[in-house]
């Protein structure tokens, strides 16, 4: 008989309706991963933000097709039933299910865990649609599901050089080329969501996998086009890693370039991707006189992108330890102590003290 896989797919989550946005971003900056500070001083600057920045966001959401709410949960559960069907061809006798754990709204990852547990899985593998790995989003979640779930899971912490991955985005990218018309004079602007500095000075190696992600996309790309990382989404006082995204398409524009613009750590549509690389920048680059603006698509459901979380599926069900990337073990280099593999032994080096002493 075979075994009941559950492979848990983590996201942010989105509001479902207009009355959800204040709620939803109580939740996001209430996370001690996002917002950094004491108990008290975090619930009272979360309150404070969702208050202020809610009617804002609404309208943004209000100028997508989703009934004034995200459309990232229906993306996600297109993706999650892909997946499922990829994987019953590679483990033909097993059951497999997957259960979507969003970090900040429904299904939350306590729902997730719950369901799990009631459906008597054999094997749990935890996959993040975060291809990189940062402590504010895989981090975040997997705190949250090793609060919800106390079973045992085999855990993917990130994904962003897998071979079908890589060649997916440059996929998507080439055919939003042939969109634009195929033109020439082409600045490709690599977007991904920003963190603020203090969080990578802290050991987050987010930034580092973007950019590496965005030379190996480069070398895929013509070797005339003018390729640039850039981070978008900034909220707050605090300093964040740059060039922005806006900035750059702003200067690309001057230039007369023809602008292509990927998101790279978004696997999904939805606010950042229809709306702030969709509309708001577009608008930016024709006010400077931009030769073209293309936004390229998410990945969503590209046979590569399911291609890579399958086959991260399937080698996290086979390996020995707890955690992988997409290298096997630890893809970041030591510097960037907030890996997770480097927490991992961490806290095994701490284990062990403990047994001898």
């Not at 963190?195 to 987010?206: I, K, N």
């Not at 070398?219 to 995204?245: D, F, M, N």
């Not at 606010?271 to 400077?288: C, N, S």
């Not at 890996?339 to 047994?355: L, N, S, Y």
């Amino acid at each position: 008989m075979g075994r009941k896989i559950a492979v848990v797919l983590f996201n942010l989550g989105g509001p479902d309706k207009p009355a959800s946005v204040q709620p939803f971003l109580k939740n996001l900056f209430r996370d001690p991963a996002i917002i950094r500070a004491p108990l008290p001083i975090r619930w009272l600057l979360a309150r404070l933000i969702s208050r202020t920045r809610a009617p804002a966001v609404i309208k943004n959401y209000a100028m997508m097709d989703a009934g004034g709410g995200s459309p990232l949960l229906r993306e996600t559960e297109l993706q999650a039933r892909a997946l499922e069907a990829e994987l019953a061809k590679i483990l033909p006798g097993n059951e497999v299910k997957c259960f979507i754990a969003m970090r900040y709204w429904h299904p939350f990852t306590e729902e997730a865990a719950a369901d799990v547990k009631r459906w008597g899985a054999d094997d749990v593998v935890l996959l993040p649609l975060y291809p990189q790995f940062s402590t504010t989003t895989t981090g975040s979640s997997l705190t949250a599901w090793k609060a919800a779930f106390k079973g045992q899971a085999k855990t993917v912490c990130c994904y962003p050089f897998d071979e079908n991955f890589v060649a997916a985005h440059v996929d998507r990218i080439m055919d939003g080329h042939r969109r634009a018309g195929e033109p020439e004079q082409v600045t490709l602007l690599l977007s991904a969501h920003g963190l603020p500095e203090q969080v990578v000075r802290e050991g987050d190696p987010y930034q580092w996998q973007c950019e590496a992600l965005a030379e190996m996309i480069a070398g895929r790309v013509p070797a005339h086009w003018e390729v640039i990382p850039c981070y978008q989404s900034r909220v707050g006082p605090l300093k964040w890693i740059g060039p922005a995204t806006e900035a750059e398409v702003e200067r690309a524009a001057k230039a007369k370039k023809h602008i292509l613009i990927a998101p790279i750590a978004f696997v999904s549509e939805h606010i950042e991707t229809l709306v702030e690389l969709g509309e708001e920048y577009r608008l930016v680059a024709e006010a400077d006189g931009a030769a073209s603006y293309t936004r390229v698509e998410a990945l969503g459901t590209h046979p590569g992108f399911i291609r890579t979380l399958a086959d991260e599926t399937v080698a996290a069900l086979g390996m020995k330890g707890e955690i992988r990337s997409c290298a096997g073990g630890r893809l970041c280099p030591s510097d960037w102590t907030g890996c997770p593999h480097a927490v991992t032994q961490q806290k095994a080096g701490e284990r062990v003290v403990e047994r001898a002493l």
